[in-house]
């Protein structure tokens, strides 16, 4: 049975809705927009009718803080209001709210009203689970390219993803980048991150696959690959604006061999001018590099990983996001990508 949260401080109106729907939805009611919006966080309703007047948080206030969730941000939205005016009807759907109804609500109005939403959310959910199983193939299809070429990542990202989403998780959870990071970044991150060496399609195979130490002119020409992939990846989001996780993957590519001191490349940038994004990818990518066997050397135990990132803090990597490694190392020595 599809859940349905009423919102709204008059209890006969509460009292209304509750019998409206009663056999057909199993309801859910809160006098006041805080409520609402606790009941939402716990219970996650299919469909929220919403009352736009309330004292405190009004109708408007409540829709603004579930856009800004994004395990709630999903949830329809239908405006109940006793104003039936254009200017609050306009700005009610441009708040985000997929519908607005006048009280005194009619029962089979409502009904079709909440009906028909409910079809569409679940059709939209479908539609957009199905585009994640698309960027999952592109991703897949990209990094198969590489493989293709000899040059094993598979495991490597696997490596990255998971320290990567364990490193956001402590950064949440302490506060730090508090404005800055929340969860919609990290979706962006984890989501965007194996695609950070694509750059590496555009390298010649000889480099790529030199058994040995690279001379000065080719480890310069490997340096590319962070412009290279940056440019591919920009000019993809650029067509595809839709899905802001691109913009963070271009940002990575393009930056996770940034150093917080200044002495990285591709432009040198130094401390918080390097995106958060990179700054982050960059401890979990040396990680998992270092405990992986690589040409001129054999991978690492996690100790002696974990101590040259720590020892990088505030020179090659920014300091809080050493903090967080450190404080998680326990559950990334456990992570097996």
Same mark, same amino acid.
């Given at each position: 049975?599809?859940?349905?949260?009423?919102?709204?401080?008059?209890?006969?109106?509460?009292?209304?809705? =509750?019998?409206?729907?009663?056999?057909?939805?199993?309801?859910? *009611?809160?006098?006041?927009?805080?409520?609402?919006?606790?009941?939402?966080?716990? +219970?996650?309703?299919?469909?929220?009718?919403?009352?736009?007047?309330?004292?405190?948080?009004?109708? @408007?206030?409540?829709?603004?803080?579930?856009?800004?969730?994004?395990?709630?941000?999903?949830?329809?939205?239908? @405006?109940?209001?006793?104003? =039936?005016?254009?200017?609050?009807?306009?700005?009610?759907?441009? =708040?985000?709210?997929?519908?607005?109804?006048?009280?005194?609500?009619?029962?089979?109005?409502?009904?079709?009203?909440?009906?028909?939403?409910?079809? @569409?959310?679940?059709?939209?959910?479908?539609?957009?689970?199905?585009?994640?199983?698309?960027?999952?193939?592109?991703?897949?299809?990209?990094?198969?390219?590489?493989?293709?070429?000899?040059?094993?990542?598979?495991?490597?990202?696997? +490596?990255?993803?998971?320290?990567?989403?364990?490193?956001?998780?402590?950064?949440?959870?302490?506060?730090?980048?508090?404005?800055? *990071?929340?969860?919609?970044?990290?979706?962006?991150?984890?989501?965007?991150?194996?695609?950070?060496?694509? %750059?590496?399609?555009?390298?010649?195979?000889?480099?790529? *696959?030199?058994?040995?130490?690279?001379?000065?002119?080719?480890?310069?020409?490997?340096?590319?690959?962070?412009?290279?992939?940056?440019?591919?990846? +920009?000019?993809?989001?650029?067509?595809?604006?839709?899905?802001?996780?691109?913009?963070?993957?271009?940002?990575?590519?393009?930056?996770?061999?940034?150093? @917080?001191?200044?002495?990285?490349?591709?432009? %040198?940038?130094?401390?918080?001018?390097?995106?958060?994004?990179?700054?982050?990818?960059?401890?979990?990518?040396?990680?998992?590099?270092?405990?992986?066997?690589?040409?001129?050397?054999?991978?690492? =135990?996690?100790?002696?990983?974990?101590?040259?990132?720590?020892?990088?803090?505030?020179?090659?990597?920014?300091?809080?996001?050493?903090?967080?490694?450190?404080?998680?190392?326990?559950?990334?020595?456990?992570?097996?990508?």
């Amino acid at each position: 049975m599809k859940r349905i949260l009423a919102v709204d401080d008059n209890l006969v109106s509460l009292r209304e809705i =509750s019998a409206l729907l009663a056999g057909r939805y199993a309801t859910m *009611l809160a006098r006041s927009g805080e409520q609402g919006l606790v009941i939402a966080a716990q +219970q996650l309703p299919d469909l929220i009718l919403l009352d736009v007047e309330m004292p405190g948080m009004n109708g @408007f206030n409540v829709i603004a803080s579930l856009r800004k969730q994004p395990v709630l941000t999903w949830i329809p939205v239908i @405006f109940l209001t006793a104003h =039936s005016d254009v200017a609050t009807e306009i700005r009610a759907l441009e =708040s985000g709210a997929v519908d607005f109804i006048t009280k005194p609500v009619k029962k089979d109005i409502l009904l079709h009203r909440i009906e028909l939403h409910l079809q @569409f959310a679940q059709y939209q959910r479908h539609m957009e689970g199905m585009a994640t199983e698309l960027e999952d193939s592109i991703i897949a299809s990209f990094a198969d390219i590489i493989n293709c070429r000899g040059i094993s990542l598979n495991r490597h990202e696997d +490596q990255v993803g998971g320290c990567l989403n364990i490193i956001c998780r402590a950064l949440l959870a302490s506060g730090e980048f508090a404005g800055e *990071l929340d969860e919609a970044l990290v979706h962006e991150i984890i989501r965007g991150a194996p695609l950070h060496d694509i %750059g590496k399609i555009g390298i010649s195979d000889t480099i790529l *696959l030199k058994p040995g130490k690279l001379s000065v002119e080719e480890y310069e020409a490997v340096k590319e690959h962070t412009l290279i992939g940056g440019k591919v990846l +920009q000019r993809i989001y650029e067509h595809l604006p839709t899905l802001p996780y691109l913009r963070c993957a271009a940002l990575m590519a393009e930056g996770h061999h940034e150093r @917080f001191d200044g002495q990285g490349y591709p432009y %040198g940038l130094a401390g918080e001018d390097i995106p958060l994004c990179s700054r982050i990818l960059s401890v979990g990518n040396v990680y998992a590099s270092l405990m992986s066997d690589c040409a001129f050397r054999k991978a690492m =135990s996690h100790e002696e990983a974990c101590s040259i990132i720590l020892a990088g803090s505030g020179t090659a990597f920014d300091p809080r996001v050493v903090r967080a490694f450190e404080k998680s190392r326990e559950a990334i020595a456990a992570c097996k990508g």
